[in-house]
């Protein structure tokens, strides 16, 4: 059950924010490896990228890659949450006197999302083929020509293999253990101040909902370098072997980022990446926090 109300509770929160990864995943990949000045900048922000992308590509583009975003979400987060809340329900993220350790708390939240990230790593990887697709006058990255999700599994699939399917899961793994880990720590500690500080009723929605908020701006500053290459990785094109053409693995992608685009090209989309990240964490944390408490309340 633990996993059901997690993998739910971030389906939830994606059906709002998947619009805002489809900025995001473009910006990422916008002037990839190019200096600043040398490309044409088709999303300058992240409110012109929706009027751009909604006038181009039509309003149903915000909503590309749907389908693996809410399996992703799925298979991820209810994994991830429900294995993190299992730690907490059994007493082991808190020390003898009861108080929680951030420590503890910490390596939990990061070997929980590796877990998730890991096992949906394909399913992520044709997200971000899809979301990146776009009409060629605002096309930016290598461009997949998947139909879909299930096409885009097979064909990887059958020209690559498994090996092709798990392509950039590794590379994706310090983004997802610095986020989960950020995340879960930040959350928990935040509505524990709270709590003991007393700024609310017990109970109440609003201790998981200012504690998601504090969290959002957490992830969103410790996780950004490492989603940016990340989404390239993912999406960079391959050679017949299933090999990646731009980048050897994370730590190639990084200093080539760095390098090229400076230090700010390691936030590009940063401000979607909060828009995103920060409702998401909001959303998925509260409805996961709201759904434990009622399931707590009505099996007892």
Same mark, same amino acid.
């Given at each position: 059950m633990d996993f059901l109300m997690s993998g739910l509770a971030a389906c939830g929160a994606c059906l709002f924010t998947n619009p805002l990864e489809v900025v995001k995943t473009r910006m990422q990949l916008q002037g990839e490896l190019r200096a600043p000045?040398? @490309?044409?900048? %088709? @999303?300058r922000n992240v409110f012109h990228a929706f009027i751009t992308i909604g006038k181009v590509d039509g309003p149903a583009a915000l909503q590309k890659g749907l389908a693996p975003a809410l399996l992703y979400q799925f298979l991820m987060n209810g994994i991830r949450l429900g294995t993190y809340g299992l730690a907490e329900a059994g007493g082991y993220l808190h020390t003898a006197e009861g108080a929680l350790s951030r420590p503890r708390s910490a390596a939990a939240g $990061?070997?929980?999302? &590796?877990? !998730? $990230?890991?096992?949906?790593?394909?399913? @992520?990887? &044709?997200?971000? %083929? +899809?979301q990146a697709q776009a009409a060629s006058e605002i096309a930016v990255g290598h461009q997949y020509k998947h139909q879909g999700m299930f096409q885009a599994l097979s064909e990887i699939g059958q020209k690559h293999g498994l090996v092709g399917l798990w392509r950039g899961a590794l590379g994706g793994l310090p983004r997802v253990i610095i986020g989960s880990s950020t995340q879960l720590c930040t959350f928990s500690s935040t509505k524990d101040l709270i709590t003991q500080w007393e700024i609310f009723p017990p109970q109440s929605w609003k201790v998981a909902l200012v504690a998601a908020m504090v969290s959002g701006i957490a992830v969103v500053l410790a996780m950004t370098p490492f989603d940016v290459v990340s989404t390239r990785l993912y999406n960079q094109p391959t050679d017949a072997q299933g090999k990646g053409l731009m980048y050897r693995g994370i730590l190639d992608a +990084?200093?080539?980022? $760095?390098?090229?685009?400076? &230090?700010? !090209?390691?936030y590009k989309g940063i401000g979607a990446s909060y828009f995103r990240l920060g409702p998401h964490t909001v959303l998925s944390l509260f409805f996961w926090d709201q759904l434990r408490t009622l399931y707590n309340t009505y099996t007892k």
């Open positions: 000045g040398t @490309y044409q900048r %088709h @999303y $990061a070997l929980a999302g &590796v877990m !998730g $990230a890991y096992l949906g790593s394909p399913i @992520y990887m &044709v997200k971000t %083929h +899809l +990084l200093l080539q980022t $760095a390098r090229t685009e400076g &230090v700010f !090209g390691m």
